[in-house]
């Protein structure tokens, strides 16, 4: 594909649950290459959303179109060049993350370089590690390489730096960039603003269902600004994690 080009489109994208809709029609596209954030409260349907486009729940209503295929129509296609985040839940204890990289390219027919899968997310030292003994930034820079065994053309993540300290979100930070430039599509859910103004290239806001705002992080500051606003308090130029970070320093401590 053209790089820029549109690699998903979602039109009106309708979730229900009884008599509760929790995904209320959206559209949006992706484009190739591009780190794409969603943003929005709890309950807003971000990560609904993110499972519809996987595959992993059925479309009541509308269409996603993910690299030419019908999502709803080609599931088993979608998820052979598709990576998700995998929750810690669900690695096995006792298999070292060597052998689990090994086991879950098997799965799609492919066979991995595990080192060097390893070594693209700063873990090469802990190849013969159990999951359970790696920190929380380790087990979420792992469930990133296990996402990528398939060579995948776009990589979902939901929230992958809740709960890291800022050494390591910040490493994680650096992982997804290095991720873009192998022109690999991020699509990402967030909490953390910061994170989403660094990170992304386009993002939506969600909320109650619907998409209520939608383009690069600079124009809507830059519109918001626009419209008036101001902050109540002089902006400085670092902030507590700046200190944080400074006087700790940058290394990461697993």
Known sequence: MTKGKDIIVVEGLTKRYGNTTTVKGISFTVR?????????????????TLEMIEALRSIDEGSVILDGIDVAKHPQKIRH??????????????????EQLVMFASFYGKQVDP?????????????????????????????????????????FLDEPTTGLDPQARRHLWD?????????????LTSHYMEEAQLLCDRLAIMDSGKIIAMDSPKKMIKDLLDRGFKKPEVVEQADLEDVYIDLTGKALRE
């Open 115 to 155: 080192m060097e899968l390893l070594r693209s997310v700063e873990l090469e030292d802990k190849a013969n590690s159990y999951p359970e003994k790696l920190s929380g930034g380790q087990k979420q820079r792992f469930s990133i390489a296990s996402a990528l065994v398939n060579e995948p053309r776009v990589l």
């Open 81 to 98: 060049i598709i990576g998700i985040q995998l929750q810690s839940s669900a690695f096995y204890d006792k298999v070292t993350l060597r």
């Open 175 to 187: 992982l997804i960039k290095s991720i873009k430039k192998r022109g690999i599509t991020v699509v």
């Open 32 to 48: 190739e290459g591009e780190v794409f954030g969603i943003l929005g409260p709890n309950g807003a349907g971000k990560t609904t």
